[in-house]
């Protein structure tokens, strides 16, 4: 059930994507009397089709879909899908309209303002719809995080061995604060940061950080865990402890005679001691004292425990719009850092570029609209920034090869186009085989 409802949503996230990036491309090409003449979720390799306007079932349903100018339809091969412009060498490699003269109507035969507009409308549409998703979702959920300067981190043996510890607060990389915690390990990798500032037991201490290891920060996930003190936010009436003794805002500093500092200290020993009675000592107030208190089958206590620096701020729907604005230009600045480190091979960050099979992995296994709006608007912006790469097969490279011809006046050749495109298609079909790669190595792994 867990894989049917990820496989639902990645599908969802993606079809929804493809067609507003695509959409992006054939309004502007409509708006500029350029005939399309395909427009396509997913790609009819070998054309088969699974649904198209031209044949098959829908266009004996409604006939008069035959007469559309463009076959609007769905492919068989869920890798993308694409919006076939007249007079373009696209992604379909087809160049028979490079047999005839330039018409009215080709995209060949329009000024490159134009071209340039219908090429970056996709990119544009993704970003769009990236603001109107994230003003929704501050509009109707707010934005909550975990503060930085209200917590300590608990670190993996990578993070130790880089010189963190238990219980540091991080001041600062370099001269950036870090305000949310949970991107600490991304702002850690993005900043590519030389120095870490913590605070340690009342003492500020700086940690140098070996460049040499970035890419084990970008690949090893957990670096940086929340330091939890054991203290009882809340007792359930079915809890195993409800009638202990224990109260709310109670610390748990000790079990068994050993010292307790945070939850993840407590994991251990509670587990070494499920089912049976321990002594735990207990911080009140001022006061400390020593309570005998159950743990079950799985060495569970039965309470729920305080997180502390939660911040929240609510936005009214006007509210909502601008800042739906900065966390999406803020999304995208953070994106353009990680692929400036995937694009430095020292940082090992390559690793971690992945395919469906790792987008699968960032869905939740349950349906959660919160979780399923927030990653779909993160990876519009994904789609749209990965495509302004100047690849001759994205939208970047036609930007690229259009832009130059704006400041040149020189229009590369149909046959420049048609081996760019054929390099641009060699490149992306290489990374697709490593984005598969890599997800299967850590599958393995």
């Keep these: 059930m867990i894989a049917l409802i990820k496989t639902i949503q990645v599908t969802l996230a993606l079809s929804i994507l493809i067609l507003v990036h695509e959409f992006g491309h054939f309004i502007f090409a409509k708006a500029f009397g350029i005939r399309v003449d395909k427009f396509f979720l997913f790609f009819d390799a070998g054309d088969v089709k699974l649904l198209s306007t031209k044949t098959g079932w829908f266009a004996r349903i409604f006939p008069a879909a035959k007469k559309w100018e463009t076959e609007y339809g769905i492919g068989w091969l869920p890798l993308g899908g694409y919006c076939k412009i007249a007079g373009m060498i696209d992604e379909s490699m087809d160049t028979e309209h490079l047999k005839t003269e330039p018409q009215p109507w080709e995209f060949r035969s329009k000024p490159a303002w134009k071209r340039l507009l219908v090429m970056a409308g996709g990119v544009l ?90 890419g084990d920060v970008l690949n090893t996930p957990g670096m940086f865990d929340l330091a939890r003190p054991f203290t009882i936010d809340r007792i359930p009436e079915n809890s195993i402890n409800y009638s202990s003794g224990l109260q709310v805002n109670d610390r748990i500093i000790g079990i068994d005679e050993k010292p307790v500092r945070f939850v993840q200290d407590a994991e251990a020993i509670l587990r070494n001691n499920a089912g049976k009675t321990i002594d735990a000592e207990i911080l009140r107030g001022s006061d400390t004292l020593s309570l005998d208190l159950q743990t079950d089958t799985l060495g569970r206590v039965g309470v729920f425990t305080r997180i502390d620096g939660i911040r929240t701020k609510e936005y009214t729907v006007l509210n909502a719009i601008p800042a739906g604005f900065r966390k999406t230009f803020s999304t995208i600045g953070g994106y353009i850092k990680d692929l400036r480190l995937v694009f430095t091979p020292s940082t090992e960050a390559y690793k971690s570029v992945g395919s469906f099979i790792a987008m699968g992995q960032i869905f939740p296994s349950t349906w959660d609209w919160y979780s399923f709006l927030n990653i779909l608007a993160l990876l519009s912006v994904m789609l749209g920034v990965m495509n302004l790469i100047p690849i001759p097969a994205l939208d970047g490279g ?48």
């Design 125 to 214: 549409f993704n970003f769009i719809f990236a603001i109107l998703v994230y003003s929704g979702i501050l509009a109707g959920w707010g934005e909550s995080y975990i503060s930085n300067e209200d917590n300590c981190i608990y670190v993996n043996e990578l993070a130790y061995d880089l010189g963190f510890r238990n219980g540091d607060r991080i001041l600062s990389f370099d001269d950036y604060v870090p305000e949310n915690f949970g991107m600490l390990q991304a702002n850690l990798a993005r900043e590519r940061a030389s120095k870490a500032t913590v605070l340690r037991d009342g003492d500020t201490v700086n940690i140098y950080i070996d460049h040499s290891r970035m």
């Design 398 to 445: 036609h930007i690229a090869f259009t832009i130059y011809e704006m400041l040149t006046g020189r229009k590369p050749s149909d046959k420049f186009l048609y081996v760019m495109q054929l390099i641009g298609m060699f490149l992306l079909l290489a990374l697709m085989f490593l984005a598969f790669g890599n997800d299967i190595a850590r599958l393995l792994r």
